[in-house]
């Protein structure tokens, strides 16, 4: 196929990136490099005939527009947003801006070309978005495709306007959509403002590691290779109108994911002292939502899936990879925000 994927100078978005050309399908990313994108995380797929890159913004039809009618991809996927929920509670108007009004602007231009296309059966606008639009669990139950949406901060109120958005598309005006709903997700070129990364470079420099409140807000990890594997699957095999959701079936809370991260580092990089006496709690963010747990039995039954990777596989190899790529984030650390307590505006 080929494939024009935003967002993909991204965390989750190069991953689909560089597993999709890996894979053999064309790849153009659209990208417009704000500051958690960084063009590194596809250089090793840069130079492929494969591979085309557009610095544009989802928000500007025109560029859209220009993008779409000059690539004639098969399929979107949509994957460009702001991610941050401690961002969204500090300056959610960025949030409302890119991934609500992005989103119609992208969706509009999609419809346009879909159209000017032919309406070809074979074309699909994939929405990416997360588990965070359900709002929160207790100490019991899942997230399934059929949970009402509760969202919590401004960000996962952004992601649910744009689901419903997609959705509407699909209703009102055919546009062949698939939408996807993950948990968290981690691994390599995760930007450096996200808790596990936080964790590994805060524990490396030895400065305090923070953990909201009491550490016991529980996830369900995803490794994000993963994620792509299923993304990749869902805009080819999946239903058109259907959404599915992605999960890691790993849930843990987050002490105990921090002091695991901790003991990997115990064992690779050694100190005068265990690093989980970095820890330090600290006042939690405003509507932190308690728990996610995703099932998944939907992408599993229907197209086949299932997670590759354990939590503790997955950290593993995520210590490891920052452990061996220094010159990537230490790039980054100068960037807005980057090592700062963000997300405490009440």
């Not at 996200?194 to 590994?200: A, E, W």
């Not at 099932?295 to 503790?312: F, H, K």
């Amino acid at each position: 196929m080929k494939l024009l994927v935003t967002g993909g100078a991204g965390f989750i978005g190069s991953a689909v990136v560089r597993l999709a050309v890996a894979r053999g399908h064309s790849v153009v990313n659209v990208d417009a490099l704000t500051y958690a994108a960084c063009l590194d995380n596809v250089a090793e797929v840069a130079g492929s005939a494969s591979y085309a890159f557009e610095k544009a913004d989802i928000r500007d039809r025109a560029a859209m527009d220009r993008v779409l009618a000059t690539h004639r991809p098969d399929a979107i996927m949509h994957l460009a947003a702001e991610s941050h929920v401690d961002r969204s509670i500090d300056g959610p108007g960025t949030f409302i801006d890119t991934n609500v009004t992005g989103t119609y602007t992208l969706l509009e231009a999609a419809r346009g070309y879909w159209t000017e296309q032919g309406k070809p059966e074979g074309f699909r606008f994939h929405h990416i978005s997360t588990d965070e639009v359900y709002g929160t669990l207790g100490e019991t139950g899942l997230f399934t495709e059929e949970t009402p949406y509760a969202p919590n901060s401004p960000y996962s109120a952004s992601k649910a306007a744009s689901d419903h958005l997609v959705r509407a598309w699909h209703e009102t005006y055919g546009l062949p959509v698939v939408l996807t709903n993950c948990s968290n997700n981690y691994g390599p070129y995760h930007f450096p403002e996200k808790l596990i990364p936080v964790v590994i470079l805060n524990a490396l420099a030895g400065k305090p590691i923070p953990v909201y409140g009491k550490g016991e807000n529980v996830r369900d990890w995803l490794y994000v290779e993963d994620h792509a594997d299923a993304l990749l699957l869902v805009v080819q095999k999946g239903e058109v109108g259907r959404s599915y959701n992605i999960g890691g079936n790993n849930e843990r809370r987050n002490i105990d994911l921090v002091r695991t991260i901790c003991a990997l580092l115990d064992e690779r990089r050694p100190g005068a002292a265990p690093h989980d006496r970095l820890i330090t709690f600290v006042e939690d963010r405003p509507g932190h939502d308690l728990r996610y747990a995703i099932d998944a039995s939907r992408i599993r039954d229907e197209l086949g899936w299932s997670p590759s990777v354990t939590v503790e596989e997955g950290l593993a190899r995520t210590v490891d990879w920052y452990l061996g790529h220094e010159g990537w984030w230490r790039a980054l650390q100068d960037r807005t925000g980057v090592g700062e307590r963000l997300g405490k505006a009440g």
